[in-house]
């Protein structure tokens, strides 16, 4: 009686050919998926500024006076937007600083200007009279 073997499982060049295009394909969607997640997380960060920005117009408007933050914009430069009940959003890849007009300019112009810089350099972008 002949028995035929039956050949199971796979060769070791068909595994190592399957792993070479694994990591060919893993080469090519990590760095695209790594900037798409970077693009998400500015674009959250723009609608977190954009929103403290309204926030800050608001304010003025019921009130008629700027909040103070200190000698100059550049000083105020933060990672963290915090909201007077005490609420903090924290950016996830910039920074924000708020322009408040001097007092010889506050008659003139219409009020913060909200400046938002991005930690990779790729984006800034102000809310705001420029």
């Excluded at 199971?8 to 070479?20: C, D, K, Y």
């Excluded at 506050?106 to 350099?121: E, L, P």
């Amino acid at each position: 009686m002949v028995h035929n073997k039956r050949k199971q499982g796979f060769t070791l060049m068909e595994m190592l050919i399957v792993v070479a295009i694994i990591a060919v394909l893993a080469a090519i969607a990590i760095p695209a998926m790594g900037r798409s997640i970077h693009k998400a997380k500015e674009s959250a960060d723009l609608a977190n500024v954009r929103a403290y920005y309204a926030y800050l117009q608001q304010d003025y408007m019921s009130t008629g006076t700027y909040r103070d933050f200190g000698l100059s914009w550049e000083y105020n430069v933060t990672d963290t937007i915090t909201y007077d009940d005490g609420t903090t959003v924290k950016l996830q890849t910039g920074y924000v600083a708020v322009a408040v007009p001097t007092a010889e300019a506050q008659n003139t112009t219409s009020g913060y200007q909200v400046h938002y810089i991005c930690s990779k350099g790729d984006l800034t972008y102000t809310f705001g009279e420029k």
